[in-house]
């Protein structure tokens, strides 16, 4: 079982025991009482479903908290929400949700997913008082549902395997490379993509590559195991991509490109959508969908994405603050949109900033409460504007030690770097634009050249 099943399984059921508790006070899995919500819940009058909790819960939780979204129950309407109330006011007083793991004033986002200390005492108030509904004709309604599960509406492309790919029950994870042609005549840009894993159970994480020749087609018809697509070693596509529209991993929502942006494809091109399975202890299938949102107009700017990896990791057992550095140096003039960290489990934190020409630094993104199962992407409020010579600081801190509730491994082994979930990595992806960018496919092979050769890359520590 995969370590989202599990964290949804111990909710759910925590959830169900909570329910049946309807004291002032919240019991956490120590059995110690926990502190009591702030003093401003003891003053409120008593809040109603439809006059003061339908809307804050439509607005920050029904995004994830709806069937087939990765919440693992639902929250739309008066009867789920009253079911989870209790839930609801025991894991936002502590902070657990929404899940928004970015630290507050660390860089600043698009649509930062926190509830305030006033918003976490009106859904205690209301847990309190046994959820009252109020009056169920002036209910705000419920968000709609995604169109057929898709979080923009329908796509104006759908890549997926022709075959749902069978998982075999036990042994390593697999990395599976679905080839999928769209036929273009011409080129098209792209200013979304959206990702539908089609058996959550076992999907990890899905990336998105080009392959502007036949170099994909020419591996998946080697493959002899009569199913659809090829494995990969070591979590590698097999050959140089030619880019990437980005992926998937669990806690990533659907968005549009900034104005002006996008991503190009020229005709020719294929999609290779890279799937990385755990395994669930039976045998299972899984058709994962891409969906892909054009661009009416070329853009001004073609969206690059910049990986930063370390691959140097090797934590020996027991070391609790083991800390890794990696500076990558902008060549041109560029503007960065967003970044997204990535580890595994004995991750513990993840720091990114930059330091410019003149000396002078900007924050840009702290995850000090690093969480397998929530891997965000955060979207800078505002576009950055980065000169030639700017450097992009990542640091990263793991716990190796019995401390670490999430170490897979008791008593704790040493950890290298690995696409398995038991190995180690550490990624940042940072979205950007060249400002005076003619060729970004050639900046995008010179890059992916870098980072798949590893052995340079090691030596580099």
């Known amino acids: 079982m995969n370590w989202a099943s599990v964290l949804m399984i111990s909710v759910a059921v925590g959830a169900s025991g909570y329910a049946f508790q309807r004291a002032n006070t919240a ?6 009482k926990a ?14 479903y439809a006059g003061d909790v339908a809307k ?10 709806q069937p087939g979204e990765v919440g693992p129950f639902s929250l739309v309407g008066y009867e789920n929400a009253k079911r989870w109330a209790n839930m609801a006011a025991f894991v936002t007083e502590r902070r657990q949700m929404p ?9 600043e986002f698009q649509d930062e997913n926190r509830l305030n200390d006033s918003e976490i005492a009106l859904l205690k108030a209301w847990s309190d008082a046994g959820a009252p509904r109020g009056d169920a004709k002036s209910e705000p309604k419920a968000p709609r549902p995604a169109a057929k599960g898709w979080t923009l509406g329908e796509p104006d492309f759908i890549a997926q395997p022709a075959r749902p790919y069978k998982l075999a029950a036990e042994g390593e994870d697999v990395y599976r490379h679905f080839v999928v042609d769209p036929k273009l005549d011409k080129p098209v840009y792209i200013n ?13 994480h899905v990336i998105v590559f080009l392959d502007r020749g036949n170099s994909a087609e020419k591996l998946a018809a080697a493959t002899t195991d009569g ?16 880019g990437s529209l980005g992926g998937w991993a669990p806690g990533i929502r659907a968005r549009y490109l900034p104005d002006g942006t996008a991503y190009r494809i020229d005709p020719g091109t294929k ?3 890279q799937v990385h399975y755990h395994k669930s202890g039976k045998e299972e299938l899984d058709q994962t969908k891409v969906g892909v949102y054009y661009s009416e107009e070329p853009p001004k700017y073609e969206m690059n994405l910049n990986w930063i990896f370390n691959f140097g990791i090797n934590i020996p057992p027991n070391e609790k603050d083991h800390k890794l550095r990696r500076t990558y140096t902008y060549g041109r003039n560029v503007t960065l949109y967003g970044v997204m960290p990535h580890m595994h489990l004995i991750g513990k934190s993840m720091k990114s900033w930059l330091e410019f020409p003149d000396g ?39 716990d190796n030690s019995t401390a670490n509730p999430r170490n897979p491994n008791n008593p704790p082994k040493r950890i290298t770097w690995g696409e398995e979930t038991n190995d180690e990595m550490f990624l940042m992806i940072t979205q950007y634009t060249v400002d005076d960018a003619k060729n970004v496919q050639a900046d995008w092979r010179e890059k992916i050249q870098q980072v798949l050769d590893l052995p340079r890359l090691n030596r580099r520590g």
Not at 35 to 48: C, D, E, I
Not at 56 to 65: E, G, M, P, Q, Y
């Open 227 to 242: 199913q659809e697509g090829y494995s990969g070693s070591g979590g590698g596509v097999g050959f140089v991509p030619s």
């Open 271 to 273: 999609l290779v959508l």
């Open 192 to 204: 979304a993509v959206d990702v539908r894993p089609g058996n959550r159970a076992v999907v990890h």
């Open 360 to 398: 002078s630094t900007k924050p840009l993104v702290h995850v000090d409460d690093w969480d397998f199962n929530w891997q965000l992407n955060y979207v800078f409020k505002e576009p950055i504007k980065v000169p030639a010579g700017t450097k992009q600081h990542v640091e990263a801190i793991y």
């Open 35 to 48: 502190p009591a919500g702030p003093a401003s819940a003891t003053k409120m009058r008593v809040p109603t």
């Open 99 to 107: 899940p928004w793991k970015a630290v507050e004033g660390y860089g």
């Open 56 to 65: 804050l819960i439509n607005d920050r939780c029904v995004s994830c908290h």
């Open 27 to 32: 019991t956490d899995t120590s059995g110690k």
